[in-house]
């Protein structure tokens, strides 16, 4: 089974947590990745630029409206995602508590419904 582990947690930067921090956050990071890719269940990781770079685009009455920064007004923002190819959802919790930012932020697990490859929708049962 396919799932999607969000990370949501609170945006810093280098100066918000100093170097030695921000390096450690770093080096966890890439062990975790690392450590997921040698199990041979990672499919993808992305770690997204900060919030205020975002571009939220909706059309509720049909006339498209395009605005800066997230929907959402809350400290934690979806920071990065890492998609994972396990057999069950014990194996995505584990996973996902492995996840370097479950200490400061949370991770929300997802299953995948279908995804687009090959030039055609692929349904997950």
Do not use: C
């Amino acid at each position: 089974m396919r799932y999607t582990l969000l990370l949501h947690y609170p945006e810093m930067t280098p100066d918000d947590m100093g170097p030695d921090a921000w390096a450690e956050g770093m080096r966890e990071f890439d062990e975790y990745a690392k450590a997921i890719d040698a199990a041979g269940v990672l499919r993808s990781a992305e770690v997204l630029q900060p919030s205020a770079v975002t571009t939220t685009v909706t059309a509720p009455d049909g006339t498209l409206r395009v605005q800066d920064g997230p929907f959402a007004d809350t400290k934690e923002q979806l920071g990065g995602t890492f998609v994972i190819d396990v057999d069950d959802l014990d194996a995505a919790i584990g996973w996902a508590a492995k996840a370097p930012s479950i200490g400061w932020g949370t991770v929300e697990i997802r299953p995948t419904a279908t995804r687009f490859e090959n030039g055609a929708w692929t349904p997950f049962a």
